[in-house]
């Protein structure tokens, strides 16, 4: 089972950016289609943004389009998420793991403790 470890979240004003990355430690991330997930408070987690295992291709959540960017160095074991003109419904708790690709739905991995991202003035 794939087990990951988040981190690069932080504070960051409205408009600013953040990157957030995603490894792994005796699991190979090549493997598998990989995504970031977020979770605000009362709110279910939602899928943010997904990445093919080899890299080429990208599926995003309609919220953020055009502000994050996935990607993935399976050099490094790595899973990176970019994300620009932050705003306030940016913050959550981010969590790395798996995806069904067919169905864009979580995998078998276990969930990380993931990072949290608060944007606020």
């Known amino acids: 089972q794939v087990q990951v470890v988040e981190s690069g979240g932080g504070l960051v004003q409205p408009g600013g950016s953040l990157r957030l990355s995603c490894g792994a430690s005796?699991?190979?991330?090549?493997?598998?289609?990989m995504a970031w997930y977020r979770q605000a408070p009362k709110k279910q987690r939602e899928l943010v943004a997904a990445v093919i295992r080899g890299g080429d291709m990208t599926n995003y959540a309609d919220s953020v389009k055009g502000r994050f960017t996935i990607s993935r160095d399976n050099a490094k074991n790595t899973v990176y998420l970019q994300m620009n003109s932050l705003k306030p419904e940016d913050t959550a708790v981010y969590y790395c793991?798996?995806?069904?690709?067919?169905?864009?739905?979580?995998?078998?991995?276990?969930w990380g403790q993931g990072t949290q991202v608060t944007v606020s003035s």
């Open positions: 005796g699991s190979i991330l090549s493997f598998y289609h």
């Open positions: 793991n798996t995806v069904q690709w067919a169905t864009m739905t979580p995998g078998s991995g276990s």
